[in-house]
T-cell receptor
Framework: GQQVMQIPQYQHVQEGEDFTTYCNSS?????IQWYKQRPGGHPVFLIQ?????EVKKQKRLTFQFGEAKKNSSLHITATQTTDVGTYFC???????????FGQGTTLQVKP | DGGITQSPKYLFRKEGQNVTLSCEQN?????MYWYRQDPGQGLRLIYY???????QKGDIAEGYSVSREKKESFPLTVTSAQKNPTAFYLC??????????????FGPGTRLTVL
């Protein structure tokens, strides 16, 4: 079945360093979403990418969707302690509401 | 104040007992979802419903059952047939549209421990 793989599983950075998480799908996606889950919390929607090659920015966060619509990345510039949490990508293929989540990347930021 | 509520936050049950987890939303969303989260495994879809009185199995439906009698409510029953039920259960909802589905809004989750 369809799989969405996400790497790395964990990342520890010093505050101020950059961070990137990568997401790869076994099939072409109609769109991809990114979520953030703070420790002890629930996932919160960050963004949705739909177009091939799309790039979107939210302050220090940059999201990319690959040309083949099978991979995506989230890059955080100059991490802060408030960025701590687990970041999930979630891909959708076809026209259903069903999302396939990656395993998540847990980010720890040392002050 | 719109949102999704799940109750209880923590639930303890003895092995062999069925247990029902509550999920209610007042966002007027058509679609609702149940996920299971285990450490290091992300979110896995148990069941989803795109409209009242209809639902589909997700990737790990065995040992679980759901109902969708009302738009606002999507309860999940963890049956005694579920071999490893201890986990964090998340309910979500979203709007549906002709082009694409929108973001999913998650409830606070229920942490189930089977003793």
């Amino acid at each position: 079945g369809q799989q969405v793989m996400q790497i790395p599983q964990y990342q520890h950075v010093q505050e101020g360093e950059d961070f990137t998480t990568y997401c790869n799908s076994s099939t072409t996606l109609s769109n991809i979403q990114w979520y953030k889950q703070r420790p002890g919390g629930h996932p919160v929607f960050l963004i949705q990418l739909v177009k091939s090659g799309e790039v979107k920015k939210q302050k220090r966060l940059t999201f990319q969707f690959g040309e083949a619509k099978k991979n995506s990345s989230l890059h955080i510039t100059a991490t802060q302690t408030t960025d701590v949490g687990t970041y999930f990508c979630a891909g959708r293929s076809g026209n259903t509401g069903k999302l396939i989540f990656g395993q998540g990347t847990t980010l720890q930021v040392k002050p | 104040d719109g949102g999704i509520t799940q109750s209880p936050k923590y639930l303890f049950r003895k092995e062999g007992q069925n247990v029902t987890l509550s999920c209610e939303q007042n966002l007027n969303h058509d679609a609702m979802y149940w996920y299971r989260q285990d450490p290091g495994q992300g979110l896995r879809l148990i069941y989803y419903s795109q409209i009242v009185n209809d639902f589909q199995k997700g990737d790990i439906a065995e040992g679980y059952s759901v109902s969708r009698e009302k738009k606002e409510s999507f309860p999940l029953t963890v049956t005694s047939a579920q071999k490893n039920p201890t986990a964090f259960y998340l309910c979500a909802s979203s709007q549906t549209g002709s082009i694409s589905y929108n973001e999913q809004f998650f409830g606070p989750g229920t942490r189930l421990t089977v003793l």
